[in-house]
């Protein structure tokens, strides 16, 4: 496998050195998994994010705009949990369920209710200013 082409995401060891805010990258890393326990900011919500579902691995996906995206669970075919904090406010948060038949339920910044991670992304993308 080339080097740019990574590793899928399963297969990706965990990143646990200690990283802040500012320090997360924009695009997915493809070759580890920055876990939410090495994020020196992370809220405790997101550490747990996925426990209730058996899944205590909670990895950093990439940034849309000022959104986080982390998810706790597989990328697909299992139930999954994905939160998304703003970076200049961590107590802005919008939290989405996948469940493993593909559904999803979750509300975006908009204040709509998604039933796709798509529609709930394209909200977060959407949201180039901070909610009040």
């Known amino acids: 496998m080339s080097e740019s082409a990574g590793l899928p995401y399963h297969q990706r060891p965990d990143d646990d050195r200690p990283v802040h805010t500012d320090e ?4 997915p890393t493809r070759d580890r998994t920055i876990v939410a326990t090495a994020w020196v900011e992370a809220p405790p919500e997101l550490v747990e994010l996925g426990a209730d579902l058996g899944h205590h691995r909670v990895g950093y996906l ?3 705009h000022r959104w986080l995206l982390w ?3 597989p990328a697909s075919g299992g139930d999954a949990r994905y939160m998304a904090l703003a970076a200049d406010d961590l107590s802005e948060r919008y ?3 996948l469940f493993s038949d593909g559904t999803a339920e979750g509300v975006g910044p908009s204040g709509t209710t ?3 991670f798509r529609s709930w992304k394209e ?3 959407d949201a180039a200013s901070p909610t009040g």
Request: aromatic share 0%.
């Open 24 to 27: 997360l990258p924009d695009t």
């Open 123 to 125: 909200d977060l993308r």
């Open 62 to 64: 990439r940034r849309i």
């Open 71 to 73: 998810r706790a669970g």
């Open 114 to 116: 998604h039933t796709r």
């Open 95 to 97: 939290v989405l369920r």
